[in-house]
């Protein structure tokens, strides 16, 4: 099942504005977000949790080498690029390295949260964080390195105006770490409304930055990943759906995707000129769930193909990557890459949902 990338996302930008601004292409992306868009700066901050993102099989896809993406090949924020015919976006940590800004940078930071990792500790959760490059660090580089990029408030409108800004995906590392030490659902349910808060203050300051069109992306069916999957399994068959992911879980994606929309509304009346688009990945995903063999994933959709063994192919003590890990020989016969990220294929099709406006929206 193919998509034409290129059209359709413009369209739906366009959609936004006014018909004047439609006949002009973005220019630049500026992407904020955790391992689903990090393209490098990780590695890069010199973090040690996930090394093995530095080696193949990542990468192995479409770059042939590692490159600090977390799966195969590229990721949503890549086919975004691509969709604008723009260069794929350099990590913010690689730009002391000659690197081009005048289409975009990548803020993100695999194992980033919403919340500073100040929250975490108060949790008594500070040791299991992969980084302290949270969502309002990224935002202090793009503060940084505004200068850089436009010298005015007339230069930066120009330049923003033909931007877009990804906020996200963030929150779901802040869930996910209290998950797999053994937080209740009611426990990290009250994360909830400090997370959406998070990263709508992140979007509302990079409004009053300048920003004129932010996506800002809701969270996947974490109940439908290898690691939920694994580490939550249950002998109970009410516990799970159709599907065979976690009926919990999913309704706590989508408690969060609930509280998200709401707070996204509240932004739109607060800043009636920005264009600020919801991008339901819960909904681009699911379809993938229910029916993989429809869209070419043969090897179904809750088993990774990079991963240690046990039920579903993910295997704490030998994740993709380390010792007693193997990779499949076809990743884009599988939704999910390591267990925990999805294959290039999957992202492909994700971003192909969005991009052809059948799961954005600006309401």
Not at 50 to 79: K, M, N, Q, W
Not at 158 to 165: A, E, L, W
Not at 308 to 333: K, L, M, V
Request: aromatic share 14%; proline share 5%; hydrophobic share 40%.
């Amino acid at each position: 099942m193919r998509f034409s990338f290129f059209i359709p996302f413009l369209l739906i930008l366009c959609r936004f504005s006014t018909v004047s601004s439609c006949d002009k292409r973005y220019e630049s992306i500026f992407s904020f977000g955790d391992s689903l868009a990090d393209t490098g700066n990780f590695l890069l901050s010199g973090a040690l949790a996930f090394p093995v993102i530095r080696e193949l099989p990542y990468g192995e896809t479409f770059f042939s080498h590692a490159t600090g993406r977390c799966s195969d090949g590229r990721l949503i924020v890549d086919f975004i690029a691509e969709a604008f015919r723009l260069p794929y976006l350099p990590p913010y940590l690689s730009l002391g390295k000659g690197k081009s800004i005048r289409h975009g940078v990548n803020f993100a930071v695999a194992g980033a949260t919403a919340l500073d990792p100040e929250f975490f500790f108060d949790q008594k959760l500070g040791r299991i964080l992969w980084t302290n490059n949270s969502l309002s660090v990224q935002l202090c580089w793009f503060k940084k390195l505004k200068p850089s990029i436009c010298a005015t408030k007339k230069d930066c409108d120009f330049f923003f105006r033909k931007s877009i800004f990804l906020v996200g995906e963030i929150g779901g590392n802040d869930y996910n770490y209290p998950f797999f030490v053994g937080g209740s659902i009611k426990q990290v349910q009250a994360f909830v409304p400090l997370v959406v808060e998070a990263i709508t203050k992140a979007a509302s300051m990079l409004i009053e930055e300048g920003a004129v069109t932010l996506m800002v992306p809701g969270n996947f069916p974490i109940g439908c990943s290898a690691v939920y999957l694994t580490i939550f399994r249950s002998p109970n068959k009410a516990d799970y759906d159709d599907n065979g992911c976690l009926k919990a879980f999913n309704a706590f994606a989508k408690y969060h995707n609930t509280h998200l929309k709401l707070a996204l509304e509240k932004l739109r009346l607060k800043y009636p000129h920005a264009k600020i688009i919801y991008a339901d990945y819960y909904s681009a995903a699911m379809p993938l769930f229910r029916a993989p063999r429809s869209f070419g994933f043969y090897n179904g959709a809750l088993s990774a193909c990079c991963g240690g063994g046990g039920p579903y192919n993910f295997n704490n003590s030998a994740r993709c990557g380390h010792i007693g890990s193997e990779a499949c020989n076809d990743p884009s016969s599988y939704v999910n890459w390591d267990g925990i990220h999805l294959t290039e294929g999957a992202y492909k099709l994700v971003a192909a949902r969005l991009i052809n406006d059948s799961f954005s929206s600006s309401l």
